[in-house]
Every structure is written in C-alpha cells, then in structure tokens.
Nanobody
Framework: QVQLVESGGGSVQAGGSLRLSCVAS????????MGWFRQAPGEAREGVAAIANDGTARYADSVKGRFTISKDNAKTTLYLQMDTLKPEDNAMYYC????????????????????WGQGTQVAVSS
C-alpha cells in the first residue's frame, strides 16, 4: 500500500525555485513527524527538514534560509519550497514520516523515520 507519493521535482538553473509535494495517507500524515530527505549519487541519505504536528520545523544548516517545509492538513500534503537552488542541491528527494522525537522535537534524522516515499529527482544546473 502506497502511503507517501512525492511530486514536483525537475530541472532548474542555479538560483531558481521548485516546490515539492508529498501526498500522504491520513494515518501516515498524522504521525508525530514528517520530513524531507535527499540522496545524491554515491552519497548517504541526509536530512533536509522536518516538521511536527504543531508546525514546528527544523532544517539542516545547508538549507536554512532557502528551503521552507510546510503542511496542508486538509489535503494531507507535505510541501518543500526550495528557493535559491544551488548545484549542490542536486539529489533524489524523499518524504518520510515517523514517530520518534529527538530532545522532544522532530529533527530530520534518517534513522528516526520509518515510512518512505519513492522519491522525486531535483537537478540544478550551474
């Protein structure tokens, strides 16, 4: 059963913007944390941003000030607005959900999420 479906990836030039979407099943969406992660070829998967049910968000240092994570409860959809994209943002982007907290908060830590989408590709050219 598919529970997380990403979309919105594509190819853009450096400095451009993309908005990723992730439609979730109700059960998956209502877990404590949802997040975005990415994996570049030959690299480990890394956390980008995470958001709690109350809307509190945490970001990786590499994307702070450029990316914004948000949720639409009526649509059970998670978003990632990506602005001022850089070539180093090239990766497959995944959305995920989980129930584990770190220090009482949701953090984009790979091992804390256990339900994953199939990913959407983002390519940024210089």
């Amino acid at each position: 059963q598919v529970q997380l479906v990403e979309s919105g990836g594509g190819s853009v030039q450096a400095g451009g913007s993309l908005r990723l979407s992730c439609v979730a099943s109700i059960k998956t969406y209502n877990r404590r944390c949802m997040g975005w992660f990415r994996q570049a070829p030959g690299e480990a998967r890394e956390g980008v941003a995470a958001i709690a049910n109350d809307g509190t968000a945490r970001y990786a240092d590499s994307v702070k000030g450029r990316f914004t994570i948000s949720k639409d409860n009526a649509k059970t959809t998670l978003y990632l607005q990506m602005d001022t994209l850089k070539p180093e943002d090239n990766a497959m982007y995944y959305c995920a959900s989980g129930n584990l907290l770190y220090g009482g908060r949701c953090h984009p830590i790979v091992g804390y999420f256990d339900s994953w989408g199939q990913g959407t590709q983002v390519a940024v050219s210089s």
